[in-house]
């Protein structure tokens, strides 16, 4: 029993798709990164991990550079392995992102220091309740024409995140635009805000970004966009709706609760020296 690693998104989805399906909550981005893959947002590049016990698979990995690698809900005492097998591989891995234990075990086993992390939360969906007090303006869906708009807040996004990789969003955008994915919120004829939400997968539907410029915060349009695009996915049939929140980040982790997000499991971003 050892680790596989591949790059054929199609061969590795047919066989580790239906295993990651088998908790689509906790495995929520690595099944919608698997899409995205699938869909050619990255190249030849990528790396997809897994480890079988009598054919079946047990574990897997993804890494699509440069960002770190990605751990599913995977056993603990198979993370020691992939760590090593990486190694011998020599593949430059930045850091990882998981699921707090596996993370952290993950770091203790690389070869490299780790050099600072992020500690994240991820939170489900449970009844919806609405912004208190109401929030002046409405929802919209994103088209073509929000598309230079929608890449510069992304950036500005990526930039204020610590321990996110700085990429270029243009053609990740316009996919998500294209599979309406992406709301933005409109006040006083003027777009102050956007979030994203996956189409759903396995019945799941992950919010991601939430992003309100700095000149129109504190006037409830974070609230406003998450309970829009929140709704949206719920009425289109999402039968989990989730989300990740920077646990440093108090403002964003009580807008969620009070519109009705409770937590589920605590996840780390350690990056690499």
């Given amino acids: 029993m050892t680790w596989i690693f591949t790059s054929d998104a199609e061969a590795y ?26 869909g050619g947002l990255w190249g030849d590049d990528v ?4 480890l079988e016990r009598d ?29 090593t097998r990486l190694i011998e591989t020599e593949r430059a891995i930045s850091g990882v992102n998981g699921p707090l234990p596996l993370a952290e075990t993950f ?9 600072g992390r992020r ?26 024409t929000d598309l230079d708009l929608l890449v510069r807040w992304g950036e500005e996004f990526q930039a204020e995140a610590e321990g996110v990789a700085h990429v270029d969003l243009t053609a990740l955008v316009a996919s998500r635009i294209a599979r309406r994915e992406l709301v ?17 997968l396995g019945g799941m539907s992950r919010i991601g970004p939430v992003y309100t410029p700095p000149e129109f915060r504190g006037k409830g349009y974070g609230s406003a966009i998450s309970h829009a695009v929140s709704a949206k996915v719920r009425a289109e049939g999402a039968a989990e709706v989730l989300l990740f929140t920077d646990l440093s980040n ?24």
């Fill in 13 to 38: 989805t047919g066989v580790a798709e239906p295993w990651l399906l088998r908790d689509p909550v906790r495995n929520t981005v690595p099944l919608t990164v698997l899409r995205a893959i699938r």
């Fill in 47 to 50: 790396l997809l991990g897994r």
């Fill in 55 to 83: 054919g079946r698979v047990v574990a897997a990995a993804i890494q699509t550079p440069p960002h770190a690698l990605l751990l599913p809900e995977i056993p603990a005492d198979t993370v020691p392995e992939l760590a």
């Fill in 107 to 115: 770091a203790a086993s690389w070869w490299r220091p780790e050099a």
């Fill in 119 to 144: 500690a994240e939360r991820l939170y489900r969906l449970d009844a919806l309740a609405s912004p208190a007090p109401p929030v002046d303006g409405a929802s919209r869906v994103a088209v073509a």
């Fill in 184 to 200: 933005v919120w409109e006040a006083g004829g003027r777009s102050v805000a956007f979030a994203g939400a996956s189409a759903s």
């Fill in 250 to 273: 108090a403002t964003a982790n009580s807008i969620y609760q009070a519109i009705g997000y409770r937590p589920v499991s605590d996840y780390a971003s350690i990056t690499f020296a």
